[in-house]
């Protein structure tokens, strides 16, 4: 599976769920059960590389000014629903974590930045296509973000890295 088949489940799996990530994990999974157990695999990991592309310290701070905070967890589902929003907004919020103020002008801190079904999705379709568990990608787990850490709760240097963001989510 090639980037632009594994970005067109993610757009077709959006689409028809009108947004709702769990709606969307639950057609990604039926999309990739149409798939042979080798077109799954290669899904996870275009998937898998892309979430840990989005493993930075400036995106997480971003995450935590849309979501009002972010835990490790809360950061991980925020990467997964990044990557649902396709591969416009994925690219150009890993590439400027404050243009997503741009790229998401409707985002909604109650119902937006959660897709943590979507991370699984392709473990349950491989699953069920085979009734084995995934088996490892062999793709690099970091141990902590790229970037230079910094205190989200500094209000100055939240406002410097995100002007657009902070102008819109800072308090």
């Known amino acids: 599976m ?3 088949a594994f970005w ?17 994990a639950q057609g990604l ?7 042979t157990p080798d077109d799954v695999l290669d899904f996870a990991r275009q998937f ?3 979430f840990q592309r989005a493993y930075t310290v400036d995106v997480w701070g971003a995450a935590y000014l849309l979501l009002g905070g972010a835990s490790e967890d809360s950061f991980d589902y925020f990467r997964c629903w990044l990557i649902a929003q396709g591969r416009e907004v994925f690219e150009g919020g890993v590439h400027d974590p404050d243009q997503l103020a741009e790229l998401l002008p409707d985002f909604d ?11 699984y999705a392709a473990d ?17 787990q970091p141990h902590a973000p790229q970037g230079a850490w910094f205190d989200f709760t500094d209000r100055t240097a939240m406002a410097g ?9 800072g308090d």
């Open 2 to 4: 090639d980037e632009t």
């Open 8 to 24: 067109q489940l993610i757009d077709d799996s959006r689409d028809a769920a009108g947004g709702d990530p769990d709606e969307q």
């Open 29 to 35: 999974v039926e999309r990739l059960m149409g798939l």
């Open 48 to 50: 898998e590389a892309r």
């Open 109 to 119: 801190e109650e119902e937006d930045g959660d897709a943590e079904e979507l991370g």
């Open 124 to 140: 349950e379709a491989y699953e069920r296509l085979t009734g084995l568990p995934l088996p490892d990608l062999g793709v690099r």
């Open 161 to 169: 890295r995100y002007p657009q963001l902070w102008e819109l989510y």
